[in-house]
């Protein structure tokens, strides 16, 4: 009963996800970290049902800081009844991409949550402007398939750009 009525919630939240080929430059969010002294870009979340465990996922960046710099990566939250154990990132060239675990914790009703941060750096995204992200997340005890369409790549590059060209970043 109880993996029933996760299975549901969890389908009702993929059902309100933003989908990835609709995305426009508008809807990736840009917002100032004054303390840290960068700018913090976010594409939306999209959210997949891989039954029965949901997949979350988005590109995100910063620009500014100490140093200057500018990053990107891709954030990947799997949330399900059993770990996978991510532990490496793949794309659909075989090529494989650095990765590092953000968090992992069990919560209440059995679920568990594994994020972790996908190296999807600038001049990667640049390459796959046209094509889109075809990425895989693995792990000891399962997979994570994320696919990103052209115009996903595109909006938050135009974002990621326009912010990295702003005074404030600077």
């Not at 594409?43 to 039954?51: C, G, M, S, T």
Request: with cysteine; glycine share 10%.
């Amino acid at each position: 009963m109880r993996r029933t009525v996760v299975g549901g919630l969890l389908a009702l939240m993929a059902g309100c996800a933003t989908s990835p080929a609709n995305v426009t430059a508008d809807q990736v969010t840009v917002r100032a970290d004054q303390y840290a002294g960068m700018l913090w870009v976010d594409a939306p979340d999209i959210v997949e049902l891989q039954f029965p465990d949901t997949v979350t996922f988005r590109l995100r960046g910063s620009v500014g800081g100490p140093a200057g710099s500018a990053a990107t990566s891709l954030y990947v939250q799997f949330s399900g009844s059993e770990w996978s154990f991510l532990q490496a990132a793949f794309d659909s060239s075989g090529k494989m991409l650095p990765m590092r675990v953000v968090d992992r914790r069990a919560s209440g009703g059995g679920i568990v949550r594994e994020v972790v941060s996908v190296g999807a750096h600038r001049q990667y995204l640049e390459e796959h402007r046209a094509t889109g992200l075809d990425i895989e997340v693995r792990g000891r005890r399962g997979k994570v398939a994320v696919k990103l369409p052209p115009a996903y790549v595109e909006a938050f590059l135009a974002k990621f750009d326009a912010a990295a060209a702003a005074p404030a970043a600077k």
